[in-house]
């Protein structure tokens, strides 16, 4: 990273404009509601003859709130030992994001530093950590929300995959830990939707079938197996390998000895062979381990 600095007068670099999207198409909080919670800006690069320059880590924005509700830049950068300078003028790429997950993050391209006229309008979007209003609708409606956990084969959170029901819902981005939220429009009845996610490589998985709730929250589990490792004593064994028959690679144990496993999002019932091994060459298999969809089955221990 080559940053560069250089001395500016206390005048507002940049403008932020932000808006609740949802808030505001819901009728709450007034025609321009403003966030709920902090934000966080951070700079993630610097464009360049031919490119981009990106910072390593990215550079803090310093903003300030004013009465109004927008948040104003005055050049001043965090940098990662914590000292502040002040930002030279150029074109950045820029990244919004809530420190409480109440939001997604939105990156904005080729942002002109300074630009202290105009400012930069965004609506933000909730994200799996939002704080959904209580109030009812007519007829004693609520939101009508799904949510669910995108995860790999070993249960970690697949980040940056784009959730939603084509048409009819909001679309969402997993955060970090795979958490996803659909919002619906207030009248959408109860009944199946297909669930479409995309991964952040462009693969694409169709869900049918996911239950919605009309004015109420629903979520969308993913199918799974989950167990433990012991050795005899009954010691935990750590990084066992647990494959399971006509899946495509195995997961590892983990050092408290649980092991899990999950399936695509479209799983079908099926029934499975689960097979725990060690370097050693020592081996267990169950057989005719159900697997049941949207469902969590538990395999009996593994003892080796």
Do not use: K
Not at 124 to 136: D, H, K, M, Q
Not at 203 to 213: K, S
Not at 215 to 230: D, I, P
Request: overall charge neutral.
């Amino acid at each position: 990273m080559a940053a560069r600095f250089e001395l500016r007068h206390l005048t507002a670099a940049l403008i932020f404009d932000l808006e609740d999207g949802y808030a505001r198409r819901r009728g709450v909080r007034g025609l321009h509601p403003r966030p709920i919670g902090p934000l966080v800006y951070r700079l993630l690069g610097r464009a360049q003859d031919g490119g981009t320059e990106r910072f390593e880590p990215p550079l803090d924005l310093r903003v300030r709130r004013n009465p109004s509700g927008f948040d104003l830049f005055f050049g001043l950068v965090e940098l990662p030992d914590g000292t502040r300078r002040t930002l030279a003028d150029g074109v950045y790429a820029l990244r919004i994001s809530s420190p409480y997950q109440y939001y997604q993050p939105v990156e904005l391209e080729n942002i002109a530093l300074p630009r202290p006229d105009t400012p930069f309008s965004v609506d933000l979007e909730p994200a799996a950590g939002y704080p959904f209003p209580t109030e009812t609708l007519p007829r004693f409606r609520g939101p009508t929300l799904l949510r669910g956990v995108y995860a790999g084969r070993d249960g970690a959170g697949i980040a940056g995959a784009t959730v939603q029901v084509p048409g009819v819902s909001t679309i969402c981005v997993t955060d970090h830990i795979g958490q996803w939220v659909l919002v619906f429009p207030d009248d959408q009845p109860t009944g199946n939707v297909t669930v479409r996610f995309q991964a952040s490589d462009g693969t694409v998985e169709n869900v049918p079938g996911v239950l919605v709730l009309g004015g109420q929250e629903a979520s969308l589990r993913q199918t799974a197996l989950r167990g433990w490792t012991l050795a005899t004593t009954g010691a935990p064994l750590a990084g066992a390998s647990v494959a399971v028959s006509g899946q495509p690679a195995p997961v590892r144990s983990r050092p408290d000895g649980s092991w899990s496993y999950y399936f695509p999002l479209s799983q079908q019932a099926t029934t499975v062979s689960v097979t725990a091994s060690l370097p050693d060459g020592r081996a267990q298999t169950h057989p005719n381990i159900p697997v049941e969809p949207r469902a969590t089955n538990v395999v009996p221990t593994f003892r080796l």
